[in-house]
């Protein structure tokens, strides 16, 4: 099993930056897929960003690509969300989710690990 937690959250003004942090306790976290999503208010759940187990295969979602990105210190047991050039769009609670397997995919229902999520808030 793995606990996960992320943290970075806050309020931010749209345009600024923030870099969300998923720190991982338990197994072997080098061996775990990792995935974040969102989830706006009155929104469903949506996929933001993934990365393999070893880091070698990224993904981002459409609506955020040129402005997210993800990475992983496997040695530190730790994923990150850099996120620039916010929108207002851009709020929501956002996820940390882990899959045991080298790979990851963009659909939540594979992920059988959760953190309990951090706000983000852009103002306009």
């Known amino acids: 099993q793995v606990q996960l937690v992320e943290s970075g959250g806050g309020l931010v003004q749209a345009g600024g930056s923030l870099r969300l942090s998923c720190a991982a306790s338990?197994?072997?976290?080098?061996?775990?897929?990792t995935s974040w999503f969102r989830q706006g208010l009155e929104k469903e759940r949506e996929f933001v960003a993934s990365?393999?187990?070893?880091?070698?295969?990224?993904s981002i979602a459409g609506s955020v690509k040129g402005r997210f990105t993800i990475s992983r210190d496997n040695a530190k047991n730790t994923v990150y969300l850099q996120m620039n050039s916010l929108k207002p769009e851009d709020t929501a609670v956002y996820y940390c989710?882990?899959?045991?397997?080298?790979?990851?995919?963009?659909?939540?229902?594979?992920?059988?690990?959760w953190g309990q999520g951090t706000q983000v808030t852009v103002s306009s």
């Open positions: 338990g197994r072997a976290f080098d061996s775990y897929a």
């Open positions: 990365i393999s187990a070893s880091g070698r295969g990224t």
């Open positions: 989710a882990a899959r045991s397997a080298a790979w990851a995919t963009p659909q939540s229902i594979d992920y059988d690990y």
